[in-house]
């Protein structure tokens, strides 16, 4: 891989995180641009990574989940940024079990791999409901004051003892949206007094279909938690969105989107 292909991957892609998913003609721009250039890098990795994002942009998880397999089968070393969003998008379509390897040697050495991987390992241990890896992660956040409602959120559910529950919750969560999974966002909110953390699931299927998505998962948090034997708390929430609707990961200046 060269340099000069890396340099110009990364453009492209850092154009993508520029453009709401909606605006379907500026992808399909980036995406003739991408196509050009792995003409002239054929089987290049960054150049893969990059098309595997545009692909979940694009709603093609079949695609997405494809080029996964064939980046993972090419291998090789990657730049942490490349690392960073191929994790990512792993994370994002469901492929956890390969985001779990990439991962497991950056969890055995937070304090190196912090600075690069800190959003990935964050999203990773929410989404499989692992509380203890956030606290493992506290311990080496640099910034954990402005981080504070997150490892509030984990505390306040393990001093609780509500551990197992979130872990279970996060686990029906992914296992109703495995197939159909685009994205994977959540926010967090302390405006109540208390923190909250909000689930934002972005598939690829129609309107209607997501009403009856969401319906079928709050039918089945609200039978889980009439069943575990404790008291519900109401600070962790899940919404089902089409993949459209997400708006773009770079806030930018408007002249800047011009370009």
């Not at 494809?66 to 792993?90: H, K, Q």
């Not at 001093?159 to 919750?169: A, D, R, T, V």
Request: charged share 25%; glycine share 4%; net charge negative.
């Amino acid at each position: 891989m060269t340099e000069k292909a890396e340099l110009v991957f990364e453009g492209l892609l850092n154009k993508l995180y520029t453009i709401p998913f909606q605006e379907t003609s500026k992808i399909k721009d980036i995406e003739a641009k991408i196509f050009t250039e792995l003409q002239k890098y054929p089987a290049n990795i960054y150049g893969l990574i990059t098309l595997m994002f545009l692909q979940i942009m694009q709603a093609n998880r079949v695609g997405a989940k494809d080029t996964a397999f064939r980046i993972w089968d090419i291998g090789g070393d990657l730049s942490p940024y490349f690392e960073l969003v191929y994790i990512e998008n792993l994370i994002n379509i469901g492929l956890l079990d390969m985001a779990k390897i990439l991962l497991t040697t950056k969890f055995e050495n937070i304090r190196e791999n912090i600075d690069d991987f800190y959003s990935v390992m964050v999203k990773y241990a929410i989404v499989i409901g692992d509380l203890s890896l956030l606290s493992k992660i506290k311990q080496y956040d640099e910034y954990a004051s402005e981080n504070e409602t997150l490892y509030e959120f984990a505390e306040m559910y393990q001093e609780s003892g509500y551990s197992g529950q979130f872990k279970n919750i996060q686990k029906m969560i992914i296992e109703q949206q495995g197939n159909n999974i685009c994205a994977y966002e959540y926010n967090l909110y302390d405006d109540r007094g208390f923190p909250e953390l909000e689930i934002e699931i972005y598939n690829n299927t129609d309107s209607n279909q997501i009403v009856k998505e969401q319906e079928q998962i709050d039918k089945k948090i609200d039978a889980y938690w009439f069943s575990c034997g404790k008291e519900r708390l109401y600070n962790h929430s899940v919404t089902f969105k089409n993949i459209r609707e997400h708006e773009r990961w770079i806030e930018v200046e408007a002249d800047a989107m011009e370009e």
